[in-house]
């Protein structure tokens, strides 16, 4: 019998190597040998599951922790982004692992002790700061969400909530506030906005107003209690709470004061939307307030008797002040719980106890932000921007309760 | 005796309990010292965290280009140049002229706005020049990212604004007649 020092690393491929009938590696860990010499070998299933756990003395304290290889939390990707599992989540915090990725010309690798951060432009003192340079300046922490505006997806019955808008995830953000930095360089007063300018392949460029600088920017450079993960920005970006998740600009190396916007590619071509009158909006900064059933959400089923609904809500404009629930495909709304922390500019956990009777009905929740802002409809929004998608579309999200205990999205196109 | 001892720790416990944590006379809680604390974050002007940028420095990584023409750096364009490297370096994801390629078409036919949602191009979306040439030399192409010289990148952007049918100054699409700002403060308006 192997004698299991160290767990490292849990594949992933788990599922596929068990049907293909070999033996399935459930881990590979250090493991002390019959000779009593330690060696790094593969750990299968049957070895980490006993019949009785307490029969059998545990795998030893490791170096790094890892999910229970019977939680399958993955995210989604696609070509240009990957989407967080929110039907998976039992909280207002997301695995740092499991954040939304977004980005436009792949994860770069940066060393930490090479990159650097300038400031310059219509400021008094242009300066350089290093990694380490940022964290010596007074810090300040904040748990926010983030979410990209191009979230909503719809069209098929089988869609989860991680299909829908998987693109919003939340954590603590910590950093230096960009009111320090802006202290420090002297930004002159005729500044009215600054580029931010990341520092991978695609060089993203937003143009953002000052006042949001002075107001809550984070310089951040940890994510959660560590360094940001690479796919958000490691090892610094720029964290705008509230704002859609372009301006967020990842992987930071230069800040430019100026007086006017650079209509930049993403903030003309890009992440601009449809409204009235054949105009199209630019600088829709503000995330509008959204909210959405994860449980019981597509792909779970229920059964008949009492369900907890659960989900999350938030709002770009400010805290939630209240989640309404319909158990009856709109016709009548009651208010949902809300779980403390109901934090500004974050994803806010609401609860509803149902007793669901059998019958095929559909559920559904709607936000209100604390500027008194409540969530639309589908339809809402296309009389609003007379356009059918697009950024910034954030309607309320429905899903069928089938008798037989199956649910499933409305698709509302 | 032991046990002795373990009861009055215990006792000791308790009184200390009591005598710490006595219900305030307001019944608001428990009492605790209320003395405010002072916050003194002494911000200083300057922390001296950093160091001076060299204009140099400043030089080589400041590449963005501003509508009226700021950070455009010496050069120019000439169409039919821009064509022949377009079909090289570009044409692979946008598209023969343009048009219909896998990752986004750049030129606007006649017969595409006619459809119900025509595709977004430089013609019919682009609000300025600038940002044409801004975005071609920062990140394009895909494959080979920063890899352009400026006379080619004032090339693409000469054959680009040609092919969308966009000369001179005559027929420019700009902010003036197609963007509005978004000036929507909250409130329960859906916008």
New interface residues.
């Given amino acids: 019998m192997k004698k299991i020092l160290r767990l490292n690393q849990l594949t992933t491929k788990l599922s596929r190597r068990a049907m293909l009938g070999g033996a399935a590696t459930a881990a590979v860990a250090i493991v002390q040998t019959a000779q009593g010499k330690s060696v790094q070998g593969s750990i299968s299933v049957a070895e980490l599951l006993p019949d009785d756990p307490t029969k059998r003395v545990g795998t030893l304290a490791g170096e790094v922790g890892t999910r229970s290889s019977f939680e399958k939390l993955v995210k989604k990707p696609s070509e240009i982004s990957s989407r967080s599992p929110l039907q998976d989540f039992y909280g207002i915090i997301t695995p740092s692992d499991l954040h939304f990725e977004r980005h436009h010309a792949g994860v770069p690798v940066i060393d930490p002790a090479k990159h650097e951060l300038l400031i310059h432009g219509l400021v008094d003192k242009p300066l350089v700061f290093t990694i380490a340079d940022l964290k010596r300046f007074p810090s300040v922490s904040r748990i926010a969400f983030l979410e990209c505006s191009g979230n909503f997806r719809t069209g098929k019955e089988t869609m989860s909530p991680q299909d829908i808008c998987g693109l919003t995830s939340q954590s603590e953000w910590t950093g230096v506030k960009l009111a320090t930095l802006f202290r420090e360089v002297g930004v002159k007063p005729s500044a009215s906005w600054f580029l931010a300018e990341g520092g991978d392949a695609a060089v993203m460029t937003r143009s953002i107003p000052v006042k949001k600088g002075w107001d809550d920017a984070i310089i951040a450079y940890a994510q959660n209690g560590e360094a940001l993960r690479p796919e958000q920005g490691y090892p610094v970006r720029l964290f705008l709470p509230g704002w859609e998740g372009n301006t967020n600009v990842k992987w930071l190396r230069r800040i430019e004061l100026g007086d006017a916007p650079w209509h930049t590619r993403e903030e003309t071509s890009k992440y601009t939307e449809n409204v009235k009158g054949g105009k199209i909006r630019q600088f829709s900064f503000d995330m509008d307030a959204r909210s959405i059933i994860t449980f019981p959400a597509y792909p779970k089923t229920v059964e008949k008797g009492w369900i907890e609904i659960r989900g999350i809500a938030w709002s770009g404009r400010g805290k939630v002040a209240r989640v309404e629930v319909s158990t009856d495909a709109g016709k009548s709304w009651q208010l949902a719980t809300l779980q403390d922390p109901i934090l500004d500019k974050a994803h806010t956990g609401f609860r509803y106890l149902w007793h669901w009777n059998g019958a095929d009905t559909e559920i559904m929740s709607r936000v209100t932000d604390e500027t008194g802002y409540i969530q639309p409809t589908f339809t809402q929004l296309i009389e609003a921007r007379g356009s059918d998608g697009g950024y910034h579309f954030n309607p309320i999200t429905a899903w069928q309760i089938k008798s037989d205990g199956r649910v499933l999205n409305r698709p509302e196109r | 005796m032991e046990s002795l001892n373990s009861t009055l720790l215990w006792l000791s416990a308790i009184v200390t309990f009591w005598v710490n944590f006595l219900p305030d006379s307001e019944g608001q809680g428990w009492l605790y010292d209320k003395t405010p604390v002072v916050v003194r974050?002494t911000?200083p002007?300057?922390?001296g965290?950093?160091?001076?940028?060299t204009p140099v420095?400043?030089a080589r990584?400041?590449?963005?280009?501003?509508?009226?023409g700021k950070g455009l750096p010496p050069g120019e364009g000439k169409p039919t140049v821009g064509k022949l490297i377009f079909a090289q370096k570009c044409a692979a994801c946008h598209g023969v002229g343009g048009v219909g390629g896998p990752n986004e078409s750049l030129v606007t036919t006649a017969s595409e706005g006619t459809k119900k949602r025509p595709e977004?191009t430089?013609g019919n979306?682009?609000?300025?020049a600038?940002?044409v040439f801004?975005?071609i030399r920062?990140?394009m192409p895909?494959s080979e990212?920063?890899s352009l010289t400026n006379e080619e990148v004032y090339n693409l952007t000469a054959y680009l604004l040609t092919a969308n049918g966009i000369i001179d100054e005559k027929a420019v699409i700009n902010?003036q007649t197609?963007?509005?700002?978004?000036d929507?403060?909250?409130?329960?308006?859906?916008?």
Wanted: hydrophobic fraction near 40%.
């Fill in positions: 974050d911000f002007a300057t922390f965290i950093g160091r001076a940028a420095e400043i990584l400041d590449i963005d280009v501003r509508p009226d977004k430089v979306y682009w609000p300025y600038t940002t801004d975005y920062r990140a895909f990212p920063g902010a197609l963007f509005v700002p978004d929507w403060k909250g409130g329960p308006e859906i916008k």
